[in-house]
Nanobody, 115 residues
């Protein structure tokens, strides 16, 4: 019933941009804090960006100033705008919705930054 569906991943050159989208269904989206995580091969999954129910954002130091998280509650969608992409941004990116005793994940979408 609960589903998070990501789109927008792909291959991009260093310095390029991508916008990831995550459309949620089966939850009352507006009351869920949302996050974007990423996991590269051989590395731990890390929190990239987070947005509260009222739009307060936070970012990992590695992406601060380059990535922007936003949400559109009318569309049940959270976005991650990624600019000035670097090869080290290459990872599978996951959308997350979480509250106490509830935690939902998207299937992940591949972002590859390479020339």
């Amino acid at each position: 019933q609960v589903q998070l569906v990501e789109s927008g991943g792909g291959l991009v050159q260093p310095g390029g941009s991508l916008r990831l989208s995550c459309a949620a269904s089966g939850i009352t989206f507006s009351i869920y804090p949302m996050g974007w995580y990423r996991q590269a091969p051989g590395k731990q999954r890390e929190l990239v960006a987070h947005i509260t129910t009222i739009g307060v954002t936070s970012y990992a130091d590695s992406v601060k100033g380059r990535f922007t998280i936003s949400r559109d509650n009318a569309k049940n969608t959270v976005y991650l705008q990624m600019n000035s992409l670097k090869p080290e941004d290459t990872a599978v990116y996951y959308c997350n919705a979480a509250m106490t005793f509830k935690n939902y994940w998207g299937q992940g979408t591949q972002v590859t930054v390479s020339s």
